[in-house]
T-cell receptor, first 109, second 113 residues
């Protein structure tokens, strides 16, 4: 089911710049996940951060989680044109999984 | 405007039985995606369908799994001769157009005894 909010809804940057996307949610969670959707393809899992973690890195990706503010951010450093995609966050709580509406990132060469 | 609907929400099957999972996309959406989620893991893409066509099934296991999205009615994910390893949550999503944002259903939790 669709819940949670991501902002901005759309983000356009130049290649080499950093891109930051935010995700807010409403209830307590077990973990939060970030996904990427390339045009016309299924979602690809990027990173999972558990509720007792504050920060996680994977390559050029950095995810933070602030459970007191019920928010997470995804930072993509040194962006490339190939990073152009939609990015979703999803929260898990027990058996319940909820998705944000997504941020459309465009990286201009 | 109803969201993506999946049924059943919970399904229990014994080894060797068949499981049929249904997904009704949002009104007006003709693109459906199926994902599988194992406990404490992220979603894994299985298949992408448009009405009456399979566009990308690169994530589908080669045997026992099949998916369809007929002209009328919901999309069906079918698992034949289920095994315990098939126990997972199966999510579907729909979108309005190719590359459009995906809207997710609540998932079906399959338990194989």
């Amino acid at each position: 089911s669709q819940q949670g909010e991501e902002d901005p809804q759309a983000l356009s940057i130049q290649e080499g710049e950093n891109a930051t996307m935010n995700c807010s949610y409403k209830t307590s969670i077990n973990n939060l996940q970030w996904y990427r959707q390339n045009s016309g393809r299924g979602l690809v899992h990027l990173i999972l951060i558990r509720s007792n973690e504050r920060e996680k890195h994977s390559g050029r990706l950095r995810v933070t989680l602030d459970t007191s503010k019920k928010s997470s951010s995804l930072l993509i450093t040194a962006s490339r044109a190939a990073d152009t995609a939609s990015y979703f966050c999803a929260t898990s709580r027990g058996d319940d999984m909820r998705f944000g509406a997504g941020t459309r990132l465009t990286v201009k060469p | 405007n109803a969201g993506v609907m999946q049924n059943p929400r919970h399904l229990v099957r014994r080894r060797g039985q068949e499981a049929r999972l249904r997904c009704s996309p949002m009104k007006g959406h003709s693109h459906v995606y199926w994902y599988r989620q194992l406990p404490e893991e992220g979603l894994k893409f299985m298949v992408y369908l448009q009405k009456e066509n399979i566009i990308d099934e690169s994530g589908m296991p080669k045997e026992r799994f099949s998916a369809e999205f007929p002209k009328e009615g919901p999309s069906i994910l079918r698992i034949q001769q289920v095994v315990r390893g098939d126990s997972a949550a199966y999510f579907c999503a729909s979108s309005l157009e190719t590359g459009g944002l995906q809207f997710f259903g609540p998932g079906t939790r399959l338990t194989v005894l």
